[in-house]
């Protein structure tokens, strides 16, 4: 991943996010639709509260024996045929599936939308070693026509609209194409087709590993990850190590809330399970399935005060009601998760000093909270983080400067009236440099009350 790197930059990348009207409109549309559809289908769930508690708990017992689960898993996928393999780094995992690739001379990759190759950066290895890699997920396929990062990690192409997205498949296809969304899904097939029928290799994610059969699981709404996993002779599966669900009863409850959570559906128009490559005599699916588990810092989290952020499904639906996403935009976070977890992960997996301003990135509102299908308890997260921030003395010395002596000022009863005094009467001198800080663009900061309640109730009759 490449972060922002400073609060400097984040800051700044916010501000071309706030100034870009024309992707500011197209997020606030697209991620009001997705919040009303999980809404409205979260609504007609029986007992929803009562399914987010039992997903909470069977993400909570998969991820706190994750070790042994994993071997579990391992050991009933390669039972099935697969040959899996752990990498422990994101570079690992890249040179891992170049080698596969190139020792099936792979000219040609076909991939399904996949986060977690956006993490480890795994097409542009695979172009440095000299192979075509596409896109097959419709937004996925956009942004790498128009050399994008995902602006959104279910919806990668959020911000583009239909005029975007009929130049870049105009260009592609060397002919315009109209604006109206048949013309543009049929340009987009037109396009794709060859490569979903001419690829050697198909790269896939996971959604979920089930633990008892070694399946995987693979939640879309394109069918493209039904070609790219039973066409090409070898697929490659691309999971986090901690995308694990014990049986296949607890992976009825996630599927139960994935897709609702994450478009408003009640089940996502396809959604497959995968066990060990193609068997004698059956007509579909690759000669060789190769799944590559990867840690690239997860492990780390086990036992550790975040360990609830691998819970995570990749729903989308924190983005979808985030404030600070909906008008920062992805950018800002840097070019692979973004929005309230993505606020979290990525410290996590980048190193806090690298991404310090992250975790102020947030109104700690909590509404990502109420929206996520698991209960992952974002804000406390991000206070830790903060914590974390001070601890580690990585905040800049005037901050933690700042932060010192307003806790020595307030640690006191007088020293807290004495300042309080002093801002009533500052107040009209510092209202200009006020009024210019981010805080108060959006809302008028009101006027200190010229008497304290403390001294108001002792003048009372």
């Not at 922002?4 to 997020?27: E, K, M, N, W």
Request: proline share 6%; hydrophobic share 45%; charged share 20%.
């Amino acid at each position: 991943m490449s972060p922002p790197g400073s609060i400097t930059g984040f800051r700044t990348s916010a501000r071309v996010g706030l100034a870009d009207a024309h992707a500011r409109a197209a997020v606030a549309e697209a991620t009001d639709r997705l919040r009303d559809g999980r809404l409205a289908a979260w609504a007609t769930v029986p007992e929803v509260e009562a399914v987010r508690d039992r997903a909470e708990e069977v993400r909570q017992r998969a991820v706190d024996g994750l070790p042994e689960n994993l071997g579990r898993f391992m050991g009933a996928a390669e039972a099935a045929g697969a040959t899996v393999s752990f990498c422990s780094t994101g570079v690992e995992a890249s040179r891992l599936i170049t080698a596969l690739c190139s020792a099936a001379d792979a000219r040609l990759v076909a991939k399904s939308k996949s986060m977690l190759s956006e993490e480890i950066r795994l097409n542009e290895a695979l172009e440095a070693a000299g192979m075509r890699c596409v896109e097959t997920d419709l937004g996925e396929y956009l942004n790498q026509l128009a050399g994008d990062p995902p602006a959104h990690i279910l919806c990668p192409s959020l911000g583009k609209t239909a005029e975007d997205s009929a130049v870049l498949l105009s260009r592609a296809g060397g002919k315009t194409v109209p604006t109206d969304l048949p013309s543009l899904t049929r340009a987009a097939r037109l396009q794709l087709r060859e490569v979903f029928t001419t690829a050697d290799v198909g790269i896939t994610g996971v959604n979920f590993g089930v633990a008892e059969s070694g399946s995987l699981c693979l939640v879309t709404n394109e069918g493209n990850g039904r070609l790219v996993s039973s066409l090409p002779r070898l697929h490659i599966a691309l999971m986090g190590m901690e995308r694990l669900v014990l049986t296949l009863d607890d992976l009825a409850v996630m599927l139960a809330l994935l897709a609702s959570s994450g478009t408003g559906q009640r089940l996502s128009s396809y959604t497959t399970l995968i066990t060990g490559p193609r068997r004698p005599g059956e007509a579909d699916g690759p000669d060789e399935l190769h799944i590559v588990v990867v840690d690239n810092g997860r492990s780390s989290l086990l036992g550790s005060p975040y360990q609830a952020m691998l819970h995570c499904i990749r729903c989308g639906s924190c983005l979808n009601v985030c404030p600070v996403y909906r008008n920062a935009g992805a950018a800002a976070y840097g070019e692979v998760y973004s929005g309230p977890m993505g606020a979290v992960l990525v410290p996590l997996l980048e190193g806090l000093a690298n991404v310090p301003d992250l975790p102020h990135a947030s109104s700690l509102c909590r509404s990502c909270v109420d929206a996520c299908p698991v209960k992952i308890p974002i804000p406390d997260l991000l206070l830790e983080l903060r914590r974390d921030l001070v601890d580690r003395q990585v905040a800049p010395l005037w901050e933690r400067a700042a932060f010192a002596l307003w806790s020595l000022a307030w640690s006191s009863s007088v020293t807290y009236r004495v300042t309080a005094r002093l801002a009533r009467v500052l107040q009209p001198l510092l209202a200009p440099v006020v009024a210019r800080l981010p805080a108060a663009t959006q809302r008028r900061l009101p006027r200190l009350a010229l008497r304290t309640f403390r001294e108001t109730w002792r003048a009372r009759p």
